[in-house]
Structures are given as C-alpha cells and as structure tokens.
C-alpha cells in the first residue's frame, strides 16, 4: 500500500469548515487505497498572535517557554482535523511532535531535527488509520519542547515522508503552485507543471516564499517526491522532483537551444550597505565579513570597487529587515579598519532569473543586462551562479523588471 504524507498549511486548517473540507481529501486519499499521514500547521495566524502576546508580556522572551507556547497551535489543528476525520467515519489519530520522538537538538525557535522513531506512527498505520501529527515541533534530549523555525510544518512533513519512506509528500497551500513569476505581479505567469530540487531552492531563497527553505534541502538530499498543491481545488499544482523532465524526443517550446528560464523572481527586503574608501590590503575583507558573521547578519552581494590610491569601496547587501542590527556592528568596524565612512539604502529589490538550462548558455547574463537597460533600470549589483542570474536596482523599478524579464525570456501565457 503506497503511503502519502500530507502537509495543511495554516489557511487550509484556518477555520471549523476549512478543517472540514481538509478531512474529507484526507479520507478520500485514504480510500483510494493509500496510507496516509497528515501534517498541519497551526490555524490561520495563530502563531503570530501567540508570538505577539508573547511579546506583550516581554521584549525579550525566554526562548524555551516561547515554544512551549508556539506549539500550542498544531495541537489545536491536529486535534481538531481528527475529530473531523472522525465524523467522516475514518479511522484517525493524532499525535504531537514529541509523542512520535521528532528528536531535534536544543537550538529552542529554529531546533534541527536528529531522527524520528517511526514505530508508533507505523503501528497506527497498521491499524488502518490516518495519523496526524502536528507540524513545526519536536523534543530535545533534555525532553524540552522545541519548534523548527517558521514555516517548519513544511520540514516535519518532508522529514516524516524520508523516514517512513513515503511514494510522495503533498504540501497544500493556498496557492496553485510554482509559478513562472508572482501572478500578482505578472498577469501572464504561467503555473509550473515541473521543476527541480535546484530550481525550487533559488526560487524559496530568491523570494517566492511558498515552502521553508530547508525543506528542500531535506526533499533534494533524501530524493522525496515533493508536490505542491492548491488546498481549495483539485488542480494539479507543481511536482518538484530530481530534474524536471522533458518527454523524449520533445522539442523544448522555444526551439532546441534556447536558454531555459524557468522563472523570474524578485525580493524587496534588500538593503545595500557601502563602506566607503576602505585601505585595500590583504585580510581586509576578511576582517569586515567575519566581523559580520560573527554578528549572525547574513551576507548576498558582495563587490569590491576598483583600487584608487590604495582606496576602495566596499559594496554588500543583506536582508532589509536587519539594516538597523547590522549598520552600528558595520559602523564600528569601518572606524577600526579606518574607512572613510558607511552608506546604506533600503530602495534596493533583487530581481533573479532562474534554470537549470541556463548552465550551458554563456548568452542569458549578456540578454538580462541588455533587457534592463533597454527598460532603462540601473543595474547596481550582479550575482551570478550555475542556475541564477541576480541583479540589485531600485525598489521602485522592480515591476517594470520583472514583467520585462519574463516576456525577455519566453515564459508564461502570450
Ligand atoms: N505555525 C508555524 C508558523 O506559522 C509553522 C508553520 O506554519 O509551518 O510558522
Ligand atoms: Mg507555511
């Protein structure tokens, strides 16, 4: 009997009848013949109201007790969708993370996981019932509970499906899939049938938050078969597998060789941060970025300007949302290393192209610069890797971007 894990995501378990309508795809799956274990967030946005309370009480609350408090949520769903399930006449039970020993470590907020002990959920299968487990939490060795980090319910089912080795992970989410671009910003963008591990992680880290990073991560390295799907429909969605596949002998849409993109994608929390006529002598950069990491302020973009007079400017970006952590830290260090001074602009977005066809076409950096140019948007930084194209511009320019990107290279509906 092939066996289905299943991930409701916190608008498909939102409220009563929602958690309804999730009960009966969940026993509709099952009757098809199928074992099924079901993973659920918390309903709607009742981890930011908790964590919001939280910060009520304190600016700075214990981080222990602020998972003994998020994992409340999945309780309330996990409970909830059994009883449904139970009203429908299936067989269900539901278990909490640490019931089923989803081992992490004792990182409290953003816990790793270490294993699981799949036998009780195996046994619960046995019985013919559906299990339900709550996603986004665990249990330490110190037998304190911990969560996974936001959006962690997705890694719970990626996890659970490695483990019990299931024929495919379901991830229902209140989009129809993996798009081309943000439809809400590009009308023509165009749902994706396939696409690989490695697209869908520059795409989750460029911006198109529909899955926790990490997750993918896990589905790459333990091959699960990943498919993302509309909770609210029966549409098909995206299957995110080993490499996307195209039939034998099919000619790609646009011709044998033409560079396949096979999204564009952008991220306005971007901040840009220039430390200004930096000494240019060896163990510089090494000093302003291991000063930052040690900040644990991540790093994109980095440029070096040319050396003038033994001068130079040094260029990087890191997350909008860490700006103000980050420039007193960088501030500091341009006065011991004695630069002239430290500029910084949150009116900066990343715009990125993104395919896996794009490692044998030297032409596609050369056709994105001259596209942009054509638009007139100034390009401020460049990022290249096997799979992805990233530009830095103004924020403002980013719509104009992306929807000239996207015609540039062929996708979505014409
Ligand atoms: N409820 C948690 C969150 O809001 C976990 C999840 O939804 O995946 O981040
Ligand atoms: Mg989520």
């Known amino acids: 009997m092939p066996l289905i894990v299943q991930k409701y995501g916190g608008s498909s378990v939102a409220d009563v009848g929602k958690i309804k309508n999730v009960a009966k795809r969940v ?52 409970s909830l969708l059994t009883m449904a399930l139970h009203s429908l006449g299936c067989p269900a039970i539901s278990f ?9 470590d004792m990182a409290h907020t953003k816990a790793r996981i270490l294993s699981i002990d799949t036998e ?59 798009y081309t671009a943000d439809p809400r910003m590009v009308p023509s963008a ?29 589905a790459k390295r333990y091959n699960v078969k990943l498919h993302v799907r509309p909770s609210f429909t029966n ?41 200004q006529s930096v000494p240019d002598r060896p163990g510089i950069a090494s000093v302003i970025f291991s000063k930052i990491a040690k900040k644990n302020i991540n790093v994109d973009m980095i440029i070096q300007s040319a050396s003038l007079k033994g001068l130079t400017d040094v260029s990087f970006t890191v ?38 066809g794009m490692r044998s076409h030297p032409g596609v950096a050369a056709r994105m610069f001259s596209c942009l140019a054509k638009k007139g948007i100034n390009i401020e930084m460049i990022s290249t890797s096997e ?10 320019e980013v719509k104009k971007a992306v929807r000239s990107l996207h015609k540039e290279f062929g996708l979505g509906r014409s």
């Open 120 to 178: 009780r959920i195996k046994d619960e299968l046995k019985k013919g019932k559906v299990v339900v487990v709550a996603g986004f939490q665990g249990i330490s060795r110190e037998e304190d509970i911990t969560t996974l980090g936001r959006g962690g319910s997705d890694t719970t089912a990626v996890a659970l499906a490695a483990s019990l080795k299931a024929a495919s992970c379901e991830i229902y989410t209140d989009v129809e899939g993996i």
């Open 319 to 356: 997350a909008g949302t860490d700006l103000k952590k980050a420039l007193p830290a960088i501030k500091e260090i341009a006065r011991r290393i004695k630069a002239r001074g430290v500029a910084s602009s949150k009116e900066v977005a990343k715009v990125s192209i993104v395919g896996v």
């Open 96 to 104: 909490t993370g640490p019931q089923v020993r989803i081992l992490t």
């Open 235 to 275: 549409k098909e969605g995206t299957m995110i597998t080993k490499k996307r596949l195209r039939p034998r002998g099919a000619l790609p849409r646009r011709g044998l060789e033409a560079p396949e993109v096979c999204g564009v994608t952008y991220d306005k929390n971007q901040a840009k941060i220039t430390i």
């Open 27 to 78: 026993k509709r799956t099952a009757k098809k013949g199928n074992k099924v274990v079901v993973v659920v967030s918390a309903p709607g946005d009742t981890t930011d109201r908790l964590l919001s309370s939280a910060y009520e009480i304190t600016a700075h609350p214990s981080e222990r007790e602020v998972d003994m408090l998020l994992a409340t949520g999945e309780q309330i769903s996990i």
């Open 387 to 396: 799979i992805k194209i990233s530009c830095v511009i103004g924020e403002k």
């Open 190 to 218: 165009e749902r994706l049938k396939k696409i690989s591990y490695d697209e869908m992680l520059e795409l989750s880290s460029l911006g198109a938050k529909v899955m926790q990073l990490r997750s993918v991560e896990l």
